[in-house]
Structure formats: C-alpha cells, structure tokens
C-alpha cells in the first residue's frame, strides 16, 4: 500500500478534512488515548517555531511515541536542497539522503521550510517538502512550506467551527496586515482554503498588488464553491469588515515584488495603517465578530493590544488546537490499525 502524506488540506479532500476534524474533537474532549506507542516522529526545522515544534512533541509524548528535532546547520548537517549540484560548499548532505535515511528510523518525518525569497517562480513549486515526500517511503507532515501551512489551516477550521458552529454562509475576512517584512503566503493561503473548505463566504481583503498567488486563489474558488461558499477580493478594508463572523489577520508580501526586498517594502509602506484595531472590529457581525491569528503576531502592528486581549480574540484557543489536531493527524498517519 501507498505511503499517504499531509502535505495540504486540500489533498485529503472534504471527507479527509471532516475525518480529521472529527478526530479532533473527539481528542480534545479527551476520549481517545495512546496510539502512537514506540512511534518515532523525526522532525526537520530548516526555519524556527514555537507552536509547531512544541505541539507536535507534546502529542507525540501524549500517545506514547517519541519525535525528534533536526535543526540543519545547528547540531545536524547542512541540507543541499539543489539537485546535480557539485557539493564543493558549505552543504554537507543532500536532502536526497536525509529523507531516505531519516525514514529507516523514524515512522513520520516532518518539515519545516520556508521560501528562502529569491524567485518566486521556482519557490512557489514548493520543491523542497516535495522532494522529502518523494524520498520518504514513510509519510512526511508540511510544517509549513513556502505554499501551504496544512496543520494551522486545519486548526484554523476547527476553531472556526467551534466558535461559529454552522460555518457555511458565515462571512469570513482574511485580513492583509502591514509588517516590517514581507512575510510568506502559506498561512493566508492555508486559512483562505480552511474557510473555503468550510463553505464560508471569504473576502480577501489587501491593498492592491498583495493579491495570492494567483493558482491558490484558484483552489481556493474551487474548493469554497464545492462546499456552497463564495470567495471575493477587496482593496477597501473597513468595508470588507462590515458584519464578518471572522477576521483572519495575516501579513505577507508582495508576490510582485519576491526576492526584492526595499522594492517590497515601498510597495507595503502606504498601507501602514491595515491593522485591526477596535473601531475597525466594530463593524463586525453585533460587533462580535471573532478574530484570528497563527501566531506570532506583532501586537499594535498587526492587531491591537485591546483586540487581542479583549473577548473577540480566539488566537490562544486557536493555538491549543494545533496541538488537537495535529494529534489527529499523526493518528491517522502512524496510528496502529
Ligand atoms: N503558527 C505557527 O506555525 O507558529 P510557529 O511558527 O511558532 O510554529
């Protein structure tokens, strides 16, 4: 049988997406126990984490396995990540090599790798979590990829659900934010699809030229139209904030301007006041509209203090169920039959 990876939400179709989400639940209910004894999960953090690393450690402790952190260039070898180059550098092992040795001890390998911001035609094809995926004869997790960020997206769902319960028709913004840096698309897209999935009426609201890339947008289409939503764009952000049910608040960069980094800061300088403040959160459904984030958030440059701190703010839980959900997912994957 063929190894199944959690590469995106979108590969496992609603039906996987629902399964996982029902899984969830019922593991945050606290119903479900052990599973995952003398598993080894071996995790590659090429980027830093909190959340991540610390969630998928403590669930694989919580079922009775074990998960491991290579840090590439800290404790481990430097990763080639190039294919035919001559490796007279400063890269040690190739990913070729890692990911197939890594699968002889570990039953999961995991990765985190972000676009290094050269070129954002070669980047978007999101070679490197493809290559351990095509190495790996033992499922590999996307920790977060230049493209996609599956295991926040599908916490990003089951928050919503929670807090929303019927999410279908629900008026969903995702809201651009300005930043100091011009942060990558996998989270913004990774939510648009968790709300698309969840058949959500989704506004993606940016100023122009901050639009995604443009065959996310597309799955996005695809997927909120198959489960009864509507997607639409806006460039006028307090308007997109009248009655939402939700406001995903995520920073990212112009794609326009990838792998040019003062051309990309002058194109997000005008737009320094997209944050979310509380007139702005006002204009939500009753005023009670729930606000997100992955976290880290930059507090008064993303979100207000007053916001996140304040009753609409549901980032801490939406933070605990990566743990929930991640706990699923490695069910799935590595649970005994
Ligand atoms: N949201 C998220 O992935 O957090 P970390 O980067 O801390 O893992």
Known sequence: MSKRDFLAME???ADGVEALLRLAARIKRGEIEGGLERRVLAMIFMDPSLRTRTSFET?????????LVLEPGKGSWTLETEHGVVMDGSSVEHVVDAARVLARYADALAVRAFPKGNDWAVERED??????????DKPVINLEST??????????????????????GKKFVLSWAWHPKALP??????????????????????????????????????LAGAAGGTVSVSDDLDSAMHGADAVYVKAWGALGAFGRPEEGAALRKPHREWRLTSDRLRATRDGKGIVLHCL??????EIDDAVLDGPNSVVVNEAENRLHVQRAVLLELLGRP
């Open 296 to 301: 880290p958030v930059r507090r008064n440059v």
């Open 185 to 222: 698309t996998a989270v913004p897209a990774s939510a648009a699809i968790a709300g698309a999935m969840m058949g959500m009426d989704l506004v993606v609201a940016r100023p122009p030229g901050f639009d995604l890339d443009p065959d996310d947008m597309a799955t996005i289409t695809r």
């Open 59 to 67: 669930a694989m402790f919580l079922h009775g396995g074990h998960a």
């Open 127 to 136: 070679r490197l979590i493809r290559d351990f995926a095509h190495y790996s």
């Open 147 to 168: 493209r996609r960020h599956p295991c926040q997206g599908l916490a990003d769902a089951l928050t919503l659900r929670e807090h929303l319960g019927q999410t279908r």
């Open 11 to 13: 590969d496992w179709g």
